[in-house]
T-cell receptor, first 113, second 113 residues
Framework: AQSVTQLGSHVSVSEGALVLLRCNYS??????LFWYVQYPNQGLQLLLK??????LVKGINGFEAEFKKSETSFHLTKPSAHMSDAAEYFC???????????FGTGTSLTVIP | EAQVTQNPRYLITVTGKKLTVTCSQN?????MSWYRQDPGLGLRQIYY???????DKGDVPEGYKVSRKEKRNFPLILESPSPNQTSLYFC????????????FGNGTRLTVT
């Protein structure tokens, strides 16, 4: 079975600062990779997904993620944090058969004014 | 509007009283799945369905049942709820498995006393 590790359950950044949320996966075969965001009292929304077409993936709201096979990582970044970015972020992977999705434990992002 | 609809949003019940959480999607998606979200554990997959009459267990299926009699509906059934099933539940769907992103409902917060 796949597993996903998100380092740091809570991350705080100042408004305007770089956002870096870490995600590592366990797989010998590049899986399908996703980042989702969850705002309070809402379901998860897709931020971006890795499709193997490019290692740097751009998503919504200025977020991007870089797939690094050698490091089995898919870290999420945003150059300049905005107050509206405060939310919980989940990294997810689906297996090669695409039947099951595995989520990390989530990182709660706080943006300090 | 394309959406996944879960009902109810909030549910408080007592141990042993059968309940059903409904899930419906209007996107003609083949793949549907259920997750529970618990603090510090992220989202864990309960059951998934690849198509009508095709269902399979996820990582935490004990104590749950599902059915997929119609493409749009995928109810989650708790025959005899217990307090350890107190959680936030999400239904999700996608056009197909693999690299198709999941579309999530807004969640059902279940409390079993």
């Amino acid at each position: 079975a796949q597993s996903v590790t998100q380092l740091g359950s809570h991350v705080s950044v100042s408004e305007g600062a770089l956002v870096l949320l870490r995600c590592n996966y366990s797989s010998s075969v590049p899986p399908y990779l996703f980042w989702y965001v969850q705002y309070p009292n809402q379901g998860l929304q897709l931020l971006l997904k890795y499709t193997s077409a490019a290692t740097l993936v751009k998503g919504i709201n200025g977020f991007e993620a870089e797939f690094k096979k050698s490091e089995t990582s898919f870290h999420l970044t945003k150059p300049s944090a905005h107050m509206s970015d405060a939310a919980e972020y989940f990294c997810a992977v689906s297996d090669s058969g695409g039947n099951q999705f595995y989520f990390g434990t989530g990182t709660s992002l706080t943006v300090i004014p | 509007e394309a959406q996944v609809t879960q009902n109810p949003r909030y549910l408080i019940t007592v141990t042993g009283k059968k309940l059903t959480v409904t899930c419906s999607q209007n996107m003609n998606h083949e793949y549907m799945s259920w997750y529970r979200q618990d603090p510090g554990l992220g989202l864990r997959q309960i059951y998934y369905s690849m198509n009508v009459e095709v269902t399979d267990k996820g990582d935490v299926p004990e104590g749950y049942k599902v059915s997929r009699k119609e493409k749009r509906n995928f109810p989650l059934i708790l025959e005899s709820p217990s307090p350890n099933q107190t959680s936030l539940y999400f239904c999700a769907s996608s056009f197909r498995s693999g690299n198709s992103p999941l579309h999530f409902g807004n969640g059902t917060r279940l409390t079993v006393t």
